[in-house]
């Protein structure tokens, strides 16, 4: 099979599927939003060309099934996410599903001894109620009962969404598949920085993905009129909040290998001419080293308590989400360098700086990731590329890593 026509394939698919979007003129994609319907149509319909059976499973990830050579056959999962951000580019998430299904199709009906299930997730990017990977956390078993409570913008539960889309949440304990069966995942996915073109290299083989913390913060203070409340008798909760976020800046730039992002910022009751009573931020932390990453979120809470009470201000926070950093497998590893080897290409190693369903799934099996130049470094951003040609590596170190695979007795570590 020409893999070259195939990665044009992959490409286009993604673009056709980046015309599914909640928005006009942008393309943004939440957790069981209507449009995510018509992802899982185009999706579906491929699978069944390729001779998969499809099922979507209760928090609404879309799995197609590729039997192995025998019955009972242990699984190989392969996949990513089809939710966006908002404003998104077309290739972050789904283009590690449709690789996944490329793969398949580059198989030409060869069956393997394991079967191959390729995973469309939900949900990965927790735009939609603030807590990412439920698609994944299902999958793993790690879908928590509060989460059903969890409300959007518009006040609707989780729970209430998974009925709409016509989900059935009871079921959602049978979405978590069995350990035992299951032998590793390989996600494909793009870089989302800067590093493998500056390296010159198509792709990257990710040695551990850094763990995240995701806090809600509130400053409260009191509002006012603009005109008729002197200065030195506000208490201003915006001023407060952007005092604080200058600090978050200025104190991870100080902390090697730390980030540390305010993404999201709402000012109540958002007016011109009335003085902020309440203002609610998101923070996301991000560091290789749990210890670092725990210690530097209690002292950006403790910077935050010290400018509420000069302020005059009341400081509320909570933690929305918690992941330890994540090694990746190291015997898949090991398959994934040598078929860089067999097709000729570099292996750079790198650490993933954002989060991925890479990272739940290590939770149940043997997992890792294999990064795609991103050009331009762009990610999350509607200009977000890949090149033809690294999409056709993929694919090629993909197939001879199925090879491999099939020709392990063992094939992962444990």
């Given at each position: 099979?020409?893999?070259?026509?195939l990665?044009?394939?992959?490409?286009?698919?993604?673009?056709?599927?980046?015309?599914?979007?909640?928005?006009?003129?942008?393309?943004?994609?939440?957790?069981?939003?209507?449009?995510?319907?018509?992802?899982?149509?185009?999706?579906?319909?491929?699978?069944?060309?390729?001779?998969?059976?499809?099922?979507?499973?209760?928090?609404?990830?879309?799995?197609?099934?590729?039997?192995?050579?025998?019955?009972?056959?242990?699984?190989?999962?392969?996949?990513?996410?089809?939710?966006?951000?908002?404003?998104?580019?077309?290739?972050?998430?789904?283009l590690?599903?449709?690789?996944?299904?490329?793969?398949?199709?580059?198989?030409?009906?060869?069956?393997?001894?394991?079967?191959?299930?390729?995973?469309?997730?939900?949900e990965?990017?927790?735009?939609?109620?603030?807590?990412p990977?439920?698609?994944?956390?299902?999958?793993?078993?790690?879908?928590?009962?509060?989460?059903?409570?969890l409300?959007?913008?518009?006040?609707?539960?989780?729970?209430?969404?998974?009925?709409?889309?016509?989900?059935?949440?009871?079921?959602?304990?049978?979405?978590?598949?069995?350990?035992?069966h299951?032998?590793?995942?390989?996600?494909?996915?793009?870089?989302?920085?800067?590093?493998?073109?500056?390296?010159?290299?198509?792709?990257?083989?990710?040695?551990?993905?850094?763990?995240?913390?995701?806090?809600?913060?509130?400053?409260?203070?009191?509002?006012?009129?603009?005109?008729?409340?002197?200065?030195?008798?506000?208490?201003?909760?915006?001023?407060?909040?952007?005092?604080?976020?200058?600090?978050?800046?200025?104190?991870?730039?100080?902390?090697?290998?730390?980030?540390?992002?305010?993404?999201?910022?709402?000012?109540?009751?958002?007016?011109?001419?009335?003085?902020?009573?309440?203002?609610?931020?998101?923070?996301?932390?991000?560091?290789?080293?749990?210890?670092?990453?725990?210690?530097?979120?209690?002292?950006?809470v403790?910077?935050?308590?010290?400018?509420?009470?000069?302020?005059?201000?009341?400081?509320?926070?909570?933690?929305?989400?918690?992941?330890?950093?994540?090694?990746?497998?190291?015997?898949?590893?090991?398959?994934?360098?040598?078929a860089?080897?067999?097709?000729?290409?570099?292996?750079?190693?790198?650490?993933?700086?954002?989060?991925?369903?890479?990272?739940?799934?290590?939770?149940?099996?043997?997992?890792?990731?294999?990064?795609?130049?991103?050009?331009?470094?762009?990610?999350?951003?509607p200009?977000?590329?890949?090149?033809?040609?690294?999409v056709?590596?993929?694919l090629?170190?993909?197939?001879?890593?199925?090879?491999?695979?099939?020709?392990?007795?063992?094939p992962?570590?444990?």
């Open positions: 099979m020409d893999l070259e026509v990665a044009q394939e992959v490409l286009e698919r993604c673009q056709r599927l980046g015309r599914y979007s909640e928005e006009p003129g942008r393309l943004t994609r939440t957790f069981l939003s209507p449009p995510m319907r018509q992802v899982h149509a185009e999706l579906a319909g491929w699978m069944e060309e390729l001779g998969m059976t499809v099922r979507l499973d209760a928090v609404g990830n879309l799995i197609g099934h590729y039997p192995g050579q025998a019955p009972g056959a242990p699984l190989f999962l392969l996949g990513s996410h089809v939710d966006t951000v908002r404003d998104a580019g077309c290739y972050d998430g789904v590690g599903v449709v690789l996944g299904l490329a793969l398949v199709k580059a198989l030409e009906g060869k069956r393997l001894p394991v079967a191959l299930e390729v995973i469309a997730f939900s990965e990017e927790g735009v939609r109620y603030g807590v990977f439920l698609g994944s956390k299902a999958v793993a078993g790690r879908f928590e009962a509060e989460y059903l409570d409300q959007d913008a518009q006040g609707q539960r989780v729970l209430e969404a998974l009925r709409e889309f016509g989900l059935e949440p009871a079921r959602l304990p049978q979405a978590a598949y069995d350990p035992a299951v032998r590793g995942y390989l996600e494909f996915h793009i870089e989302q920085g800067p590093v493998l073109e500056a390296l010159g290299a198509p792709l990257g083989l990710v040695e551990a993905i850094v763990g995240q913390s995701r806090l809600e913060v509130v400053f409260r203070g009191q509002a006012g009129h603009a005109g008729t409340t002197p200065m030195a008798l506000r208490r201003d909760a915006l001023a407060g909040a952007a005092e604080w976020m200058t600090l978050v800046e200025r104190e991870a730039r100080a902390e090697p290998g730390l980030v540390a992002t305010v993404g999201m910022i709402t000012a109540r009751p958002g007016a011109a001419n009335v003085i902020p009573g309440e203002v609610q931020l998101s923070l996301d932390v991000r560091h290789a080293d749990d210890e670092v990453r725990s210690r530097s979120v209690a002292h950006l403790a910077r935050a308590q010290q400018v509420a009470q000069r302020r005059g201000l009341e400081l509320a926070f909570q933690t929305l989400y918690e992941q330890a950093a994540v090694p990746c497998d190291a015997g898949l590893n090991s398959l994934l360098e040598r860089l080897q067999a097709e000729g290409l570099p292996l750079h190693r790198l650490v993933s700086g954002a989060g991925h369903d890479a990272m739940i799934m290590a939770s149940i099996c043997p997992a890792t990731l294999l990064f795609i130049r991103s050009p331009g470094g762009l990610s999350h951003h200009q977000e590329s890949v090149w033809l040609q690294d056709a590596a993929a090629r170190v993909g197939r001879t890593f199925l090879r491999m695979l099939a020709q392990e007795e063992h992962c570590s444990t």
